[in-house]
């Protein structure tokens, strides 16, 4: 945060008590430019992306770690700032000795959650390494390899391409990045990123950083460096921070889901600060196992319109999923009918995003239904949704 900024906050103070300020600085799916305490697996990237600065190929590289341990983070930050060297979306890296062409390294980055399916994974990965535009209509998947092919062929450009959130529920896998990406080897790398461990894939990645949950300590640096950005000053105390670091258990996203829902319940409240009772609801807001608040937010739109409409509906009208549908549905902002909800719900809980439970229905006819409730961040959700829905 720069001069400006912290000079800005204080003038937001004359509006009355506001506990959020940014809520993108405080948002778990957001990331910053400069991650807290990661310098040491920052290292060991650049170690793997070193032949890029020489202007030869690096290795291909899979980044993994469990949910919250900031791979995402980590890699966006970095792909973020070499994109940024030339100032532009396509940045490329000049060797001190060779300016030509073949001694230029282009980085490119890829959220598969927007590309979910293997011909969106190609048209992002092309996209992001090629000039011109890259047709989406008329062009077979199979044609993207030869399209890659013809651009390094004639470009002589070399390129590292980051790929995020591989193995999620909706997104590709690494196979598909790599069956991709191989076929122009040795002037196209990859850099994967997903939770799966190593020995799990299919192929086995040869080169790997794992990295690990990050440590209470770590969390609450963290924490405190969002909220300083994020919330009014002097809102989080540092027993509320410690508190959160050490219940999320190393993962960083659910410390953050919590602070942002204490600070909404605290802003609903009309509150200047993050009371006990405030941080107590924003830690039961956030369930465990939790689906992650930047996957709920990739969905389609429609989703995410049944989703919203489905944390406004009371617990009756939850009490089981034909039920809920027909709340949704009647919904003037959906729009759809309450069959095609049905369906959406019940694809939404098979992918963890809600999860059905047994009601305590005991009339006697048959199996009680099932209820839903939401796998993510509710407070943080329905605060997202509604800034972007009232967004011009």
């Given at each position: 945060?720069d001069i400006?900024?912290?000079?800005?906050?204080?003038?937001?103070?004359?509006?009355?008590p506001?506990?959020?300020?940014?809520?993108?600085?405080?948002?778990?799916?957001?990331?910053?430019?400069?991650?807290?305490?990661?310098?040491p697996?920052?290292?060991?990237?650049?170690?793997r992306?070193?032949?890029?600065?020489?202007?030869t190929?690096?290795?291909?590289?899979?980044?993994?770690?469990?949910?919250?341990?900031?791979?995402?983070?980590?890699?966006?930050?970095?792909?973020?700032?070499?994109?940024?060297?030339?100032g532009?979306?396509?940045?490329?890296?000049?060797?001190?000795?060779?300016?030509?062409?073949?001694?230029?390294?282009?980085?490119?980055?890829?959220?598969?959650?927007?590309?979910?399916?293997?011909?969106?994974?190609?048209?992002?990965?092309?996209?992001?390494?090629?000039?011109?535009?890259?047709?989406?209509?008329?062009?077979?998947t199979?044609?993207?390899?030869?399209?890659?092919a013809?651009?390094?062929?004639?470009?002589?450009?070399?390129?590292?391409?980051?790929?995020?959130?591989?193995?999620?529920?909706?997104?590709?896998?690494l196979?598909?990045?790599?069956?991709f990406?191989?076929?122009?080897?040795g002037?196209?790398?990859?850099?994967?990123?997903?939770?799966?461990?190593?020995?799990?894939?299919?192929?086995?990645?040869?080169?790997?950083?794992?990295?690990?949950?990050?440590?209470?300590?770590?969390?609450?640096?963290?924490?405190?460096?969002?909220?300083?950005?994020?919330?009014?000053?002097?809102?989080?105390?540092?027993?509320?921070?410690?508190?959160?670091?050490?219940?999320a258990?190393?993962?960083?996203?659910?410390?953050?889901?919590?602070?942002?829902?204490?600070?909404?319940?605290?802003?609903?409240?009309?509150?200047?600060?993050?009371?006990?009772?405030?941080?107590?609801?924003?830690?039961e807001?956030?369930?465990?196992?939790?689906a992650?608040?930047?996957?709920?937010?990739?969905?389609?739109?429609?989703?995410?319109?049944?989703?919203?409409?489905?944390?406004?509906?009371?617990?009756?009208?939850?009490?089981?999923?034909?039920?809920a549908a027909?709340?949704?549905?009647?919904a003037?902002?959906?729009?759809?009918?309450?069959?095609?909800?049905?369906?959406?719900?019940?694809?939404?809980?098979?992918?963890?995003?809600?999860?059905?439970?047994?009601?305590?229905?005991?009339?006697?006819?048959?199996?009680?239904?099932?209820?839903?409730?939401?796998?993510?961040?509710?407070?943080?959700?329905?605060?997202?949704?509604?800034?972007?829905?009232?967004?011009?």
């Open positions: 945060m400006r900024d912290r000079i800005a906050r204080r003038y937001h103070a004359e509006n009355g506001q506990v959020i300020r940014d809520p993108e600085a405080v948002n778990p799916a957001a990331h910053v430019r400069d991650p807290v305490g990661r310098g697996v920052l290292e060991r990237l650049l170690d992306l070193d032949p890029a600065f020489e202007g190929i690096p290795p291909n590289t899979y980044v993994w770690g469990p949910k919250g341990a900031g791979k995402s983070a980590l890699v966006t930050a970095l792909f973020g700032e070499l994109r940024r060297l030339e532009g979306s396509r940045a490329s890296i000049h060797t001190t000795t060779r300016v030509d062409d073949a001694a230029t390294v282009t980085f490119g980055y890829v959220d598969a959650r927007h590309a979910t399916t293997e011909f969106a994974l190609r048209h992002a990965i092309l996209d992001e390494l090629v000039d011109e535009s890259v047709p989406k209509n008329g062009v077979s199979s044609r993207f390899r030869s399209l890659l013809d651009h390094v062929a004639s470009s002589g450009r070399r390129a590292v391409v980051a790929v995020d959130h591989l193995g999620d529920p909706e997104t590709p896998s196979r598909a990045v790599a069956e990406l191989d076929g122009v080897s002037s196209v790398a990859w850099v994967g990123v997903g939770r799966p461990p190593p020995e799990e894939l299919d192929p086995s990645p040869s080169e790997t950083i794992g990295i690990d949950s990050a440590p209470s300590y770590l969390l609450a640096d963290i924490l405190s460096d969002r909220a300083s950005a994020g919330l009014a000053r002097g809102t989080l105390d540092h027993e509320a921070t410690r508190r959160v670091a050490e219940w258990d190393g993962d960083a996203h659910d410390a953050l889901a919590a602070v942002f829902g204490a600070a909404v319940v605290a802003d609903d409240a009309g509150e200047d600060r993050v009371r006990s009772d405030a941080l107590d609801a924003g830690i807001g956030v369930p465990r196992p939790c992650a608040i930047g996957r709920v937010r990739s969905l389609p739109a429609n989703r995410q319109r049944v989703l919203r409409e489905l944390l406004d509906l009371g617990a009756t009208d939850r009490e089981s999923v034909r039920a027909a709340g949704v549905a009647a003037d902002t959906v729009g759809l009918s309450a069959t095609t909800v049905e369906r959406i719900l019940y694809e939404l809980a098979d992918s963890g995003v809600v999860r059905r439970v047994s009601t305590d229905r005991t009339d006697g006819l048959g199996r009680p239904p099932s209820g839903l409730e939401p796998c993510f961040p509710a407070l943080v959700f329905r605060r997202l949704y509604d800034l972007a829905s009232s967004t011009p």
